[in-house]
């Protein structure tokens, strides 16, 4: 499958910070491509690298198969964008305001009209076209922002974690959006701290730490390929230290807690887990209920690989 954008070797330095380590990427076209990694892993440098807002100390970067320069104006209006501030002008109403980014780039009047109702449709804003900015809510604000960087109808859309700090119905509104985008075929990178979000829409994944990529796949590819296997949870009012004990001391579980009369028991890959912990629940005459089996999620992926320390 071809690929529409195509970085190989990247490195950004700050001083004597790496911000970004030799860097490869690619971005397949018709795909939506999550971008997952914690806070200061590199994400946002290496949005700014492909759009060439930021030089780069080494390697390069190719979009539709042409080298991405700050002049490469050709590329750039093939190329949506939806940063996580919001960006637009207080003075002008929803419609001006999409309107205003469409005509960066489209000038035909009867055709921006329909690009931008179009717009306006995906993100559901038809009730707040005269509307300043000023009186939507932060959910409206957000959909109104996606609207601006989508207008002009581009072939690649980058979008910086459009859903934060908005309402479950706008952030249906938005995922709902993204994925008529692309399947209408726009190629779509997408960064959230959402792991669910990520899970819902993105066909490929890679997880950026410390400025360098530590995975990448498929979300199923991803999940098979950390220690976690399966999580059994249950309620029982008691379970003494000593059965805690020796629930762990299976050779396939890697962590079990008791708190608050619920226990749950994270296993790596092996066979009968569920059924040997039965067993040793069963051998110590434990009452419990509401047995829960659960898979590995993007979640745990994320946590196994990148630690649970609290980042900056």
Not at 25 to 52: F, M, R, Y
Not at 73 to 95: A, M, N, R
Not at 156 to 172: C, G, H, K
Not at 223 to 230: G, L
């Amino acid at each position: 499958m071809e690929n529409l954008i195509e970085v190989r070797g990247l490195v950004k330095k700050y001083k004597e910070l790496i911000a970004i380590n030799n860097v490869d990427l690619d971005v397949k076209k018709g795909k939506i491509l999550g971008l997952l990694g914690p806070n200061g892993s590199g994400k946002t440098t290496l949005i700014n690298c492909i759009l060439s807002l930021l030089d780069f100390n080494k390697g390069s970067i190719k979009i539709c198969g042409e080298e991405m320069t700050p002049e490469s104006y050709h590329i750039k209006e093939k190329i949506g964008v939806v940063f996580q501030d919001v960006g637009v002008f207080e003075e002008l109403t929803v419609y001006e305001n999409i309107d205003y980014f469409c005509s960066l780039y489209i000038n035909d009047k009867e055709k921006r009209k329909k690009y931008v109702n179009g717009a306006i449709d995906l993100v559901g804003l038809n009730d707040f076209k005269k509307f300043v900015p000023k009186k939507l809510s932060g959910g409206l604000l957000r959909r109104l922002n996606i609207a601006c960087g989508i207008a002009h109808k581009p072939e690649i859309i980058i979008l910086d974690e459009p859903t934060v700090a908005v309402d479950p119905q706008s952030r249906n509104n938005i995922l709902e959006g993204i994925k008529k985008l692309n399947k209408e075929g726009a190629t779509i990178i997408y960064t959230s701290h959402y792991m669910e979000e990520i899970d819902l829409i993105c066909d490929d994944i890679v997880i950026l730490d410390k400025g360098k990529v530590i995975a990448k796949g498929t979300s199923e590819e991803l999940k098979n390929s950390i220690e976690v296997n399966e999580k059994i949870k249950f309620d029982t009012k008691k379970l003494s230290q000593a059965v805690l004990k020796e629930i762990k001391e299976d050779k396939n579980v890697i962590e079990a807690l008791y708190k608050d009369g619920s226990c749950e028991v994270i296993y790596k890959k092996g066979n009968n887990n569920l059924l040997n912990l039965i067993k040793t629940l069963n051998k110590h005459n434990i009452e419990y209920e509401a047995i829960h089996l659960s898979m590995p999620t993007l979640n745990d992926v994320f946590l196994e690989l990148t630690g649970k320390d609290l980042r900056d």
